[in-house]
């Protein structure tokens, strides 16, 4: 606190007290990353559709036109326009699209443009300063920039979210911080560390599953360069296909056996009992019991029968399953091995 | 350039009494504008020390209070409706999701405070993850109410029990973050800011700009040395258990003070519930048009009136009447309706109160005990 007042304070007076051609000498990181990575974000404008937005953020990853963003509906639209940091305005087609991660790679036509490398986002450590940049509500108009906010790493965690009520497919890795990005426009935005490296991108607005709040959150650059390196098989019309959690069960052939019935009680999905065990099952020979309760598999938390039996068909033949469970007043630990059927 | 880590100041100051370091900031100050003028003040300051300074001591404090931050899941109970039946503008306006949520270690022999807006679904069981991944099966003690705590027990022994802040010690402006386990993780998640303001809530809770909302309530306040300031509750409005948290992230986020935590700790170990309390009467603000002229004149007659006592009240016990002025409460003079109301909006039934009241030309005092709402009965819930 001492050290922040005192900095600021003195650099403060500093400012204003000497005399010559530096009026704004005072530090400021936030300036320095935007110096080096604002030239490379872009205002996408497309048609609004239902209740999405028709317009959003994107960045620039090579100097001929390659623009990364989140795979709102305005990408579905025929009419994407860029607008550059330098104030030109561009039409751009959809190069690829990821359903899962939901990013969508745009191309325009252009030469030699600034452009940001993507940085590991492992460089960055919980309390650095994250700075995120977009056209939130649209509010940077023409030729203005977009905006800017800065904040701390606050969390790395998997995802479990939804959106309007629906569920949201990618679950895995996220950077949180708190900063406040989950606003109409935000989502495509990069995520800048305090040097202005491009370590992750904001992500659309969603729910999370277990607060029920609104996430404020990147996909970290990791997802993004795979995303990237990826061959170019998808295609805009495929888009509306099966997602890749569903077809992987298609090719599954055999079904995951555990041998466990749970509890209903009439139409409710009530807390995820075990009713009985089947004698010689894998839950039997991994000592799950009558009446035991389910509280997670794999980490992934178990409400109801609906929910095991959600987790149950992702598990596959001959896998290992760690099953905690609350028998009694303790909870337990079994590792399940899994069986076919 | 030093990065994350590769540098770090320490503090040596910090060793000083506050008011110490106060004026040595301001002489500094003092004494930097007295010498801009001359050739030395040129050289802008490079940044990026302060930056990872400022991030290696989130993380050091992360990494003291980290291990009495606890993770609270529950099994059953339903989504609470304020309306069964009935949608519009009075239906709840804020779903409680699925949890995981925070609590704080407060004794090293298992009992666990957090927020009792984690438990409005009524769950039938309840389990606490140690820091250290140590599992246990909780037994929900009491639930405070007015300050939205709830406070549990698990058979373990040896946690450990946080360092907390003497409240006297804050100071608006001061760094504060806040810690949650609510979208699990494998650490705490924090989130920075400042403390905005002292005693709000009727004295209970400090205010501050650092993110606050289901992520976090039940988790502590930290100071930049790991210190707990408080324990992060929904506290703003008043009635529905849910309220509040709308508010979240809004930059308005409350923690209670641990004078507080400390005044009904034995109340919530005993298993109780701290409602608050009602005295039975409805209140209606002063009409100076209606007083007679003579009285008009006269000051220190503003009061609140009763417009009406319930039956089987501690008002009626006490024999309190229609018209009757509250001048006072416990000897603080209670002013218009609504600072009554809020003076009166922390006071938990059980508890008892002095009123001064003033009826016709005498004067008088009366202690009442305070009942719950539901034990008046209805003539309150008009109220």
Redesign the interface.
């Known amino acids: 606190?001492?050290?922040?007042?005192?900095?600021v304070?003195?650099?403060g007076?500093?400012a204003?007290?000497?005399?010559?051609p530096?009026p704004s000498?005072?530090?400021?990181?936030v300036g320095?990353a935007l110096q080096r990575s604002g030239g490379a974000v872009v205002k996408l404008y497309g048609g609004r559709i239902g209740r999405e937005h028709g317009y959003g953020t994107g960045f620039l990853v090579s100097p001929d036109g390659g623009i990364v963003t989140s795979l709102s509906l305005l990408v579905a639209g025929r009419n994407i326009r860029a607008v550059l940091d330098d104030g030109r305005e561009l039409d751009a087609r959809v190069v690829r699209t990821d359903e899962y991660r939901q990013l969508a790679l745009l191309k325009v036509d252009a030469k030699d443009l600034p452009h940001l490398e993507l940085m590991s986002s492992e460089t960055?450590?919980?309390?650095?300063?994250v700075i995120a940049l977009g056209n939130w509500f649209k509010i940077a108009e023409g030729r203005e920039p977009v905006s800017v906010i800065r904040?701390?790493l606050?969390?790395?965690?998997?995802l479990?979210a939804r959106r309007l009520s629906q569920g949201f497919d990618y679950r895995g890795p996220v950077l949180?911080y708190?900063a406040?990005t989950s606003n109409p426009g935000s989502s495509g935005g990069p995520l800048l560390d305090?040097?202005g490296r491009c370590i992750g991108m904001v992500g659309r607005i969603v729910e999370?599953?277990?607060?029920?709040?609104?996430?404020?959150y990147a996909l970290p650059s990791e997802e993004i360069m795979a995303f990237l390196s990826e061959e170019a098989t998808a295609n805009i019309d495929e888009r509306a296909g099966p997602t890749s959690a569903s077809s992987e069960q298609e090719q599954g052939g055999a079904q995951p056996y555990v041998g466990i019935k749970i509890s209903r009680l009439g139409y409710h999905n009530?807390?995820a009992y075990v009713q009985r065990v089947r004698p010689g099952s894998p839950a039997a020979e991994a000592g799950i019991q009558a009446d035991d309760?389910i509280?997670s598999i794999n980490g992934r938390?178990i409400?109801d029968a609906a929910d095991y039996k959600d987790l149950l068909e992702s598990l596959s033949p001959g896998q290992s399953a760690r099953f905690?469970l609350?028998r009694g007043?303790?909870?337990i630990t079994l590792d399940v091995q899994i069986g076919a059927q | 350039m030093a990065r994350s880590g590769a540098t770090f100041v320490t503090f040596p100051w910090r060793r000083f009494p506050t008011g110490v370091c106060f004026r040595a900031t301001c002489v500094l100050a003092a004494l930097t504008v007295f010498s801009s003028s001359s050739a030395q003040a040129a050289d802008p300051v490079d940044p990026y020390p302060f930056e990872a300074a400022r991030a290696q001591v989130i993380r050091t404090a992360l990494a003291r209070i980290g291990p009495s931050i606890v993770m609270i899941e529950t099994v059953g109970g339903e989504q609470p409706l304020a309306e069964a039946g009935r949608g519009g503008p009075r239906a709840a306006a804020f779903r409680v999701g699925e949890g995981p949520t925070t609590g704080l270690v407060v004794s090293s022999d298992g009992l666990i405070l957090t927020s009792s807006f984690n438990f409005v679904r009524s769950p039938t069981i309840i389990m606490v993850t140690l820091a250290d991944d140590r599992r246990f099966v909780a037994r929900l003690l009491g639930r405070d109410y007015i300050r939205r705590l709830a406070l549990l027990k698990i058979d373990a022994s040896g946690l450990p029990a946080p360092t907390w802040v003497e409240d006297g010690e804050l100071r608006i402006g001061q760094y504060a973050i806040t810690c949650g386990r609510g979208l699990g993780g494998s650490t705490a998640s924090v989130s920075l800011g400042i403390i905005s303001a002292l005693n709000r809530r009727n004295g209970n809770a400090v205010q501050t700009d650092a993110k606050v909302s289901p992520v976090n309530y039940g988790g502590p306040l930290i100071d930049i040395e790991g210190r707990v300031i408080g324990v992060l509750v929904p506290m703003a409005g008043a009635g529905d258990e849910l309220a509040g948290a709308q508010w979240y992230d809004s930059g308005i986020g409350f923690a209670i003070y641990k004078h507080k935590i400390d005044f009904v700790f034995d109340r919530l170990v005993a298993g109780e519930a701290i409602e608050q309390g009602k005295i039975g009467v409805i209140l209606e603000p002063d009409e100076p048009s209606e007083i007679p002229l003579l009285e008009k004149l006269l000051p220190t007659t503003r009061g609140v009136r009763i417009k009406a006592v319930a039956e089987n009240s501690p008002a009626s016990r006490a024999e309190l009447r229609k018209g009757d002025k509250i001048l006072a409460l416990d000897g603080q003079p209670t002013g218009d309706l609504p600072e009554i109301l809020r003076q009166l909006s922390d006071r938990a039934a059980g508890e008892e109160i002095t009123l001064s009241i003033k009826r016709r030309w005498r004067r008088f005092d009366v202690t009442l005990r305070l009942e719950t709402a539901s034990e008046i009965g209805k003539a309150v819930e008009k109220e």
């Open positions: 606190m001492f050290l922040a007042r005192l900095i304070t003195c650099c007076l500093l204003i007290g000497a005399p010559g530096r000498a005072a530090p400021n990181t320095r960055i450590r919980i309390g650095d300063t904040g701390i606050s969390l790395r965690t998997n479990d949180i708190d406040i305090v040097e999370s599953a277990n607060t029920n709040t609104r996430l404020n009530v807390s309760l509280i938390r409400h905690v609350k007043p303790k909870v």
